[in-house]
């Protein structure tokens, strides 16, 4: 038999309620002994917790029988005052009465054990705590929903109507089927490597979402790339000065633009200099630029190009500073003139940013990856279905191997086989709570 586990699921520390979870077998017969037994389930009902002869808490106590509840087992809340020594007080009781504290995600993980969750809803239930724009608990909730699972289930499915193709030519050669049968299974393969390609071409827009979309200010010293910076995050995050080279290292500041999260760099000017310490933060400022989403050129009146041009792609954008100076000579339909000292452009270009977000970020279907072991999975996935497509003409039985091997990669995405070695990563990640 399980154990019977209970965890805080607010936050700890002074608040006006603290929640207590419990969950397992044990779960109504420590309600009865604090008091709190014979509940109407889900429905809220105020008890007086006690505990040798002791008040605990005057608390709104609802049960949850299992197997309709979050893990699948019998369940209960209590919702206690949420001063600490009552939280303390409680939780000590509910210790001494043989239950467990809970481990991280040990509820969720409970509740994907007993099918209440799929692997990959699971996830979502993480995500949606860590959630802090409207489009990543969006992504959170349509994961939660099942949309991820049902992308999967199609790719599953396609995979195993070719795989049944293959397999029945190689175990009934003297039944009745028709010739070259395996043969027939090429279309369907050939479909499914075109859309299991384009689910891996569009990995990065989900990630993005839930770890936030890279942008990179990149630009000569002096161009104004610390004010800009200061501007967008809307605080003096950087030192600015009139000492070229003042920005040695990177600076990270996290934003939301347009409901997307976005972490904005700003780096050192990128010039050669015989000094190492600025010599180290061009270094580092190059690497950054290589690895942004998107990369703001930034440029002041006489800037030469220079080596930021050699970052910079056809979809990033130029940032022209100290509009306030007068003209802009160099300003084009791809670029934004700004000035940090009057507040010109700024608008514009946050508008520009945000319209750029939601072009790169959103889409008509639901992303078919949305953390990295999701796309370590779809790439084993379509290299073993390309295999099995080559083996197809010479050797099915072969070609059936490498089809079992994609099934096994896609499977274990939402945890339908294989998953003892990916749960206790999956789950370490969540709060005690979960």
């Given at each position: 038999?399980?154990?019977?586990?209970?965890?805080?699921?607010?936050?700890?520390?002074?608040?006006?309620?603290?929640?207590?979870?419990?969950?397992?077998?044990?779960?109504?017969?420590?309600?009865?002994?604090?008091?709190?037994?014979?509940?109407?389930?889900?429905v809220?009902?105020?008890?007086?917790?006690?505990?040798?002869?002791?008040?605990?808490?005057?608390?709104?106590?609802?049960?949850?029988?299992?197997?309709?509840?979050?893990?699948?087992?019998d369940?209960?809340?209590?919702?206690?005052?949420?001063?600490?020594?009552?939280?303390?007080?409680?939780?000590?009781?509910?210790?001494?009465?043989?239950?467990?504290?809970?481990?991280?995600?040990?509820?969720?993980?409970?509740?994907?054990?007993?099918?209440?969750?799929?692997?990959?809803?699971?996830?979502?239930?993480?995500?949606?705590?860590?959630?802090?724009?409207?489009?990543?608990?969006?992504?959170?909730?349509?994961?939660?929903?099942?949309?991820?699972?049902?992308?999967?289930?199609?790719?599953?499915?396609?995979?195993?109507?070719?795989?049944?193709l293959?397999?029945?030519?190689?175990?009934?050669?003297?039944?009745?089927?028709?010739?070259?049968?395996?043969?027939?299974?090429?279309?369907?393969?050939?479909?499914?490597?075109?859309d299991?390609?384009?689910?891996?071409?569009?990995?990065?827009?989900?990630?993005r979402?839930?770890?936030?979309?890279?942008?990179?200010?990149?630009?000569?010293?002096?161009?104004?790339?610390?004010?800009?910076?200061?501007?967008?995050?809307?605080?003096?995050?950087?030192?600015?000065?009139?000492?070229?080279?003042?920005?040695?290292?990177?600076?990270?500041?996290?934003?939301?633009?347009?409901g997307?999260?976005?972490?904005?760099?700003?780096?050192?000017?990128?010039?050669?200099?015989?000094?190492?310490?600025?010599?180290?933060?061009?270094?580092?400022?190059?690497?950054r630029?290589?690895?942004?989403?998107?990369?703001?050129?930034?440029?002041?009146?006489?800037?030469?190009?220079?080596?930021?041009?050699?970052?910079?792609?056809?979809?990033?954008?130029t940032?022209?500073?100290?509009?306030?100076?007068?003209?802009?000579?160099?300003?084009?339909?791809?670029?934004?003139?700004?000035?940090?000292?009057?507040?010109?452009?700024?608008?514009?270009?946050?508008?520009?940013?945000?319209?750029?977000?939601?072009?790169?970020?959103?889409?008509?279907?639901?992303?078919?990856?949305?953390?990295?072991?999701?796309?370590?999975?779809?790439?084993?996935?379509?290299?073993?279905?390309?295999?099995?497509?080559?083996?197809?003409?010479?050797?099915?039985?072969?070609?059936?191997?490498?089809?079992?091997?994609?099934?096994?990669?896609?499977?274990?995405?939402?945890?339908?086989?294989?998953?003892?070695?990916?749960?206790?990563?999956?789950?370490?990640?969540?709060?005690?709570?979960?």
């Amino acid at each position: 038999m399980s154990r019977t586990i209970f965890a805080l699921a607010t936050p700890p520390g002074r608040g006006a309620i603290a929640i207590l979870r419990l969950s397992g077998p044990g779960t109504d017969n420590a309600l009865a002994a604090l008091g709190a037994g014979d509940l109407t389930p889900r429905v809220a009902s105020l008890r007086t917790l006690r505990h040798d002869d002791a008040v605990l808490d005057q608390a709104l106590v609802l049960r949850f029988p299992g197997p309709k509840s979050y893990t699948g087992e019998d369940c209960a809340e209590l919702h206690l005052h949420g001063g600490r020594a009552v939280v303390e007080a409680v939780s000590a009781t509910l210790i001494a009465l043989g239950l467990s504290p809970a481990e991280p995600g040990e509820f969720t993980r409970r509740a994907f054990e007993n099918g209440r969750m799929d692997l990959a809803q699971a996830e979502a239930v993480a995500d949606l705590i860590d959630a802090e724009t409207t489009a990543q608990a969006a992504q959170a909730l349509g994961q939660l929903d099942g949309a991820l699972s049902q992308t999967y289930a199609g790719f599953r499915r396609d995979l195993l109507k070719a795989l049944s193709l293959v397999e029945a030519e190689i175990d009934f050669p003297d039944e009745e089927v028709p010739d070259n049968l395996a043969q027939t299974a090429g279309p369907v393969l050939d479909a499914l490597i075109a859309d299991l390609k384009t689910a891996l071409a569009d990995a990065r827009r989900g990630q993005r979402v839930r770890d936030g979309y890279r942008i990179v200010l990149i630009g000569e010293t002096n161009a104004g790339k610390s004010s800009l910076f200061n501007a967008l995050a809307a605080r003096e995050a950087a030192i600015v000065t009139p000492i070229a080279g003042t920005t040695r290292d990177v600076l990270d500041a996290e934003l939301v633009i347009g409901g997307y999260a976005v972490t904005l760099s700003d780096t050192a000017g990128l010039r050669e200099s015989d000094d190492p310490i600025e010599a180290e933060g061009v270094r580092r400022a190059r690497a950054r630029a290589e690895a942004a989403d998107l990369r703001l050129w930034v440029r002041a009146p006489g800037d030469p190009e220079g080596v930021a041009a050699t970052f910079v792609k056809p979809s990033d954008l130029t940032v022209l500073t100290k509009a306030d100076l007068g003209p802009i000579p160099h300003a084009n339909a791809s670029s934004v003139s700004v000035s940090t000292k009057t507040g010109e452009g700024l608008q514009s270009l946050h508008d520009w940013l945000a319209a750029r977000l939601q072009d790169d970020l959103s889409g008509a279907d639901f992303p078919a990856v949305t953390r990295e072991r999701h796309r370590l999975r779809l790439a084993e996935a379509l290299a073993a279905v390309e295999a099995g497509r080559r083996a197809l003409d010479v050797a099915p039985e072969m070609s059936g191997d490498d089809l079992r091997r994609a099934a096994d990669a896609l499977s274990r995405v939402t945890g339908a086989i294989g998953v003892e070695d990916v749960l206790g990563e999956v789950f370490s990640t969540f709060c005690i709570g979960k």
